[in-house]
Nanobody, 127 residues
Framework: QVHLLESGGGSVQAGGSLNISCLAS????????MGWFRQAPGKEREGVAS????????IYADSVKGRFTISQDNARKTLYLQMNSLKPEDTAIYYC????????????????????WGQGTQVTVAS
């Protein structure tokens, strides 16, 4: 099992930036993919960005393409999400996930179905 701890959330004005982090511990050597999800009040959880930890290939939701960047520091066992040009609709709790089964292009499916999850960090974007 992988333990995940998110940090770096907060409040920001629309158009601003935030960089949130996810520190992994435990059985991290078996992790094949990681990702960020978010859940806004009254809405379902949605995938935001994901990455194959070996190749670094990343996949983004259409709603954040060109604004968000997912990256990893394997030495620090940390996953990042750099969020630029933030909008009020980006307000949500952001969760980090890691999975040992990542067998196809839809990483959000594998992370949702087989992933370990963190507790989340709140991101609030004021208009």
């Amino acid at each position: 099992q992988v333990h995940l701890l998110e940090s770096g959330g907060g409040s920001v004005q629309a158009g601003g930036s935030l960089n949130i982090s996810c520190l992994a511990s435990g059985n991290t050597q078996s992790t094949l993919c990681m990702g960020w999800f978010r859940q806004a009040p009254g809405k379902e959880r949605e995938g935001v960005a994901s990455i194959y930890t070996g190749s670094g290939v990343s996949i983004y939701a259409d709603s954040v393409k060109g604004r968000f960047t997912i990256s990893q520091d394997n030495a620090r066992k940390t996953l990042y999400l750099q969020m630029n040009s933030l909008k009020p609709e980006d307000t949500a709790i952001y969760y980090c996930a890691a999975a040992r089964r990542c067998g196809g292009p839809d990483l959000f499916y594998f992370l949702t179905s087989f992933g370990d999850w963190g507790q989340g960090t709140q991101v609030t974007v004021a208009s």
